[in-house]
């Protein structure tokens, strides 16, 4: 081995010693998990949230969140922590954004990767109510806990956005379903009232809805025709897809 090459390997022995001694120093850090569970419910878009069990934050709510074990893949802490606080376990979680500010846990350094799920709260019964655990609109949602206010508005930005650019929100509505039910589903998530001629309009430019020939019944107002989404239709077109501009 030429002196050259011994040089640079010594550099690289030190190069590894370095980030192994950084390794040890970042092991401080703990890593969690919380999870944004919006649920569409009574033509409102709701989150779940739980009452915060630290003293700092004693009355105040907070998102569904915990430590990550050491040996846990990130998904799987996330759909463990739902299951622990929740007992949900039919809910499908997607990871969304990572908060890491040095102070955001009274605690010490704890970064939390956050993962959003967007369901029908009529399909999902919750089955633990610790800690006050229940559905708040998210019009009266505020002041939370830690920094989940701001995790809290980034994620419901972040779900108005993808609502707009994929049909997300078909999966929460009836198999028959009015062009009533349709918008008032847009309306709840993207908190915005459109023109009804103008929203009918767009979508059925789309040309992903299938008339059922069929009308509502027992409504308490006027009976609206009744349509399903073409999801077969929408696989075949989805990378055409340009999203809806409301």
Known sequence: MSAAEKKALEKKSKSIHAIQSELENTNRIALSVDCVIFGFDENKLKVLLIRSDLKKYSGKW???????????DLDDAAYRILKQ????SDVYLE??????????HPAGRVVTVTYCSLINVQH??????????HWHDVQTVKDLAFDHQQIFDTCLKQLQKRVQEHPLGFNL???????RDLQNLYEAILDVKMDRRNFRKKFFTMDLL???NEMEQDAPHRPGKLYKFNFEKYEKKQKKWVGIDF
């Open 210 to 212: 299938i008339d059922l």
């Open 124 to 133: 999902h019964k919750i089955n633990i109510l610790d800690n006050e655990l």
């Open 85 to 88: 606080r929740t007992g949900l």
């Open 173 to 179: 509505l009836p198999k028959k379903f009015s062009l």
């Open 62 to 72: 907070s998102l569904l969140g915990d430590l990550v074990f050491p040996k846990e």
């Open 95 to 104: 990871q969304v954004h990572t908060f890491g500010a040095v102070d955001r």
